[in-house]
Nanobody, 120 residues
C-alpha cells in the first residue's frame, strides 16, 4: 500500500510565500516522476510543476519564475516552494507520483489535496 501525504497549505496574503510538501510511503522501489497539480473552483485540474528522479523540471507558464519544485529522493518527498503568490493561485493543490512498487509495476498515485488560499 502506497500513500502520498501532503502538508503546508494555508492562507497567505498576495505577495507572500508558502511551501508544500508531499511524502510518499509504503512499498516503493522507485519514484520516476513526481508533480503538483491544482484545481480552482469551477475549473479543471491543471499541472503546476513536475520533476523527474534525475531532477529535470517542467512548469506551467502561469507559475514560471515564481514556483520551484524540488525533491529529496532519499525521503521520497517532493516540495513546491511558492513565492510572489497571487489571488489566482488559490486552489486545492494535489501531489501526484508515478511509483514503482517492490514488484516493479508502476501505478499513478494522488495525495488528498491541500488548500492554498491567497487573499488580497
Amino acid at each position: 500500500q502506497v500513500q502520498l501525504v501532503e502538508s503546508g497549505g494555508g492562507l497567505v496574503q498576495a505577495g507572500g510565500s508558502l511551501r508544500l510538501s508531499c511524502a510518499a510511503s509504503g512499498s516503493i522501489a522507485s519514484i520516476p516522476d513526481m508533480a503538483w497539480y491544482r484545481q480552482a473552483p469551477g475549473k479543471e485540474r491543471e499541472l503546476v510543476a513536475a520533476i523527474t528522479s534525475g531532477g529535470s523540471t517542467n512548469y506551467a507558464e502561469a507559475v514560471l519564475g515564481r514556483f520551484t519544485i524540488s525533491r529529496d529522493n532519499a525521503k521520497n518527498t517532493v516540495y513546491l516552494q511558492m513565492n510572489s503568490l497571487k489571488r489566482e493561485d488559490t486552489a486545492v493543490y494535489y501531489c501526484n507520483a508515478w511509483i514503482l512498487g517492490n514488484n516493479y509495476i508502476g501505478y499513478d498515485y494522488w495525495g488528498q489535496g491541500t488548500q492554498v488560499t491567497v487573499s488580497s
